[in-house]
Nanobody, 121 residues
Framework: QVQLVESGGGLVQPGGSLRLSCAAS????????MGWYRQAPGKERELVAT???????NYVDSVKGRFTISRDNAKNTVYLQMNSLKPDDTGVYYC???????????????WGQGTQVTVSS
């Protein structure tokens, strides 16, 4: 079994910062792409940022210049540094990873349980 555990969400004022972490654990052979998605109330889940195993990154336009995704391959952990937060960034943030489990034939698409981020004054 493999799981992703997120941490770092919370309540922050507009203009503030938060850092999300997501650690993968279990019978892991390798991890390919990792990423963060978010879902605002009444809206569909959307991609926020992704990072490949080699460190190439991709961001949704609305967070470019404000959010930074990074990863520590030795710790099987992905981070999302969020600066200059806006009320529109409010939502549940989900970690995602493409993980090859030991003795598996292919990569599985694994999701974390989500962490709430609320940006409000």
């Amino acid at each position: 079994q493999v799981q992703l555990v997120e941490s770092g969400g919370g309540l922050v004022q507009p203009g503030g910062s938060l850092r999300l972490s997501c650690a993968a654990s279990g019978s892991i052979a390798s991890i390919n792409d990792m990423g963060w998605y978010r879902q605002a109330p009444g809206k569909e889940r959307e991609l926020v940022a992704t990072i490949t195993s080699g460190g190439s990154t991709n961001y949704v336009d609305s967070v470019k210049g404000r959010f930074t995704i990074s990863r520590d391959n030795a710790k099987n952990t992905v981070y999302l540094q969020m600066n200059s937060l806006k009320p529109d960034d409010t939502g549940v943030y989900y970690c995602n990873a493409k993980i090859l489990m030991l003795y598996a034939l292919g990569y599985g698409n694994i999701w974390g349980q989500g962490t709430q981020v609320t940006v409000s004054s």
